[in-house]
């Protein structure tokens, strides 16, 4: 399995700044009871710990450069190792496209969301030209199985990505549920607001479209580089009658 959590601290902060001032949207966020999946280094852990009213983390592996100030869990499965309704928020940032069963990772969130709890989902665009995770273009254009033999033969290691496109993202998120907010092109206009700072290679497109209506931006959510996405679960949801 290819580790992605030795990020510099500056570019792990800056994205959980991102983070925040999206949840901080739906919720108080020092209100919040928050459940991280995938720790990572640490970095971002101990930034949401220090902003939101608790945190555990989760990850399959424990590569943390960061160890206090959050309670961290590692587990083996995509089964979260928590009772049915017991966080404000689940964030799953750049996380899901790296489990292959993402149906489960999803519902899994869903499970352990309180009713009415929210889910921040962030992902990279499959049909973006340049894949994020290998710098190969038109890689994630490919069925899975050719991408893994490109990759492996172009960086010599196995190639344990599966990334998603808008539409198969927002239909597995409407399995869950109907209330699904797109901060892309909010993001895209205003990325002062959200603490985003694009790529180099991405900021052509930032340039192009920022000074477009949040209508039109919408509909261009398809070719946007990342997918940014808050889940709100239905509010009677989980409840026992």
């Known amino acids: 399995m290819t580790s992605y959590a030795f990020m510099n601290q500056e570019h792990r902060i800056r994205k959980a700044r991102t983070v925040l001032a999206i949840i901080g949207q739906h919720i108080v966020p020092a209100e919040a009871k928050v459940l991280e999946a995938g720790t990572g280094s640490g970095f971002m852990s101990a930034f949401f ?59 899994e969130a869903f499970r352990v969301l309180r009713p009415g709890g929210f889910l921040y989902v962030a992902t990279p665009n499959r049909y973006w030209p340049r894949e994020v995770h290998s710098s190969i273009f038109f890689l994630g254009y490919l069925p899975q199985h050719m991408a893994a033999k490109v990759f492996e033969k ?24 109907d209330t699904v907010t797109n901060y892309a092109p909010r993001i895209i206009q205003a990325p002062e607001q959200f ?23 919408s509909l261009l959510t398809h070719i946007m580089p990342s997918f940014f996405l808050v889940a709100q679960k ?8």
């Open 49 to 107: 710990a220090d902003n939101f009213g608790s945190l555990d983390s989760v990850d399959v592996v424990d590569e943390r450069q960061v160890r206090e100030g959050y309670r961290f869990h590692q587990v083996d499965t995509a089964h979260m190792p928590f009772e049915d309704n017991s966080f404000d928020v689940v964030i799953s940032n750049q996380v899901i496209e790296h489990i292959e069963d993402q149906r489960l990772h999803l519902a």
């Open 154 to 177: 172009k960086r010599g290691k196995a190639w344990d990505v599966y990334p998603l496109s808008y539409g198969q993202l927002t239909k597995l998120l409407r399995a869950h549920t």
């Open 234 to 241: 239905p509010p009677g949801a989980g409840l026992s009658d």
């Open 195 to 217: 603490h985003y700072v694009a790529n180099q290679k991405d900021r052509s497109l930032q340039r192009a479209v920022n000074r477009l209506p949040e209508s039109v931006l």
